[in-house]
Each structure stands twice: as structure tokens, then as C-alpha cells.
């Protein structure tokens, strides 16, 4: 796994560690995001992952910040 401050780049499945493919990608906005999946167990995961900051920023643009207000 190689990190920066805006994500994390898995090398391996995060959940048993061993090797993964490339899955799905998904266009938002401006944002491309790749999944892959793990050869072994099965596991989709977002890779790289994207920041807590990023996420946190994302989900109060995209539509999803009014979710706790009840509207």
C-alpha cells in the first residue's frame, strides 16, 4: 500500500492480502473512480481510496450533505 495525503494506492486486497484486478470504473463529476477486485476472496474495493478529507467534501456537494436534516 502507498499513501499520500489525498489517497491511499492498495498493491494487494486489504482484506487477505493477496493479488487483485481491475473490476468497474465510475465517472462523477469531475472524478474517476477504479474498483478492483480480489482474486482470492472476492473483495470490490475503491483503489486508490480516496482521503477521509476528500470523502468528507465530496458527500456535502454531491447531494448527500442534506441527509440528516430530514428534507
Known amino acids: 500500500m502507498t499513501s499520500s495525503k489525498d489517497s491511499i494506492q492498495y498493491q494487494s486486497c486489504p482484506v487477505c492480502g493477496m493479488g487483485f ?3 468497474r470504473a465510475k ?5 474517476r473512480y477504479c474498483m478492483d477486485v480480489c482474486n482470492a476472496c472476492g473483495y470490490c474495493f475503491v483503489n ?6 476528500f470523502l468528507m467534501e465530496y458527500y456535502s ?11
Open 27 to 31: 465517472q462523477v463529476g469531475d472524478h
Open 48 to 53: 486508490p481510496r480516496p482521503s477521509l478529507v
Open 61 to 71: 456537494t454531491f447531494g448527500h450533505g442534506d441527509a440528516d436534516s430530514g428534507k
Open 21 to 23: 484486478r481491475p473490476w
